[in-house]
């Protein structure tokens, strides 16, 4: 999802439990749909083809949000805990 953002291309996700939901910030930045359920996912792909303009405007949303996912930033993170234990 996150090369798909970067690469501008708007997403449509599962709301399966390992990170969708945060990625596409509780379907701010995307389309959500329940798990296993076509024609949830059915809806959301007409719903992307209908409204262009709102999807864009998501899409623009999910990649300003980029940077929460910063490689460097989350090291840091991991870093300062591994040395707090030591």
Do not use: Q, W
Request: proline share 1%; charged share 30%; with cysteine.
């Amino acid at each position: 999802m996150l090369e798909a953002i970067t690469l501008k291309k708007f997403v449509i996700s599962s709301n399966c439990k390992t990170g969708p939901k945060e990625i596409l910030d509780n379907g701010k930045g995307g389309l959500l749909f329940k798990t296993g359920n076509y024609k949830d996912l059915s809806n959301k792909i007409l719903f992307y083809n209908k409204n262009k303009n709102i999807c864009n405007h998501k899409l623009k949303f999910s990649k300003s949000r980029l940077k929460r996912f910063s490689y460097k930033k989350n090291l840091n993170k991991y870093y300062k805990i591994i040395k707090n234990m030591m």
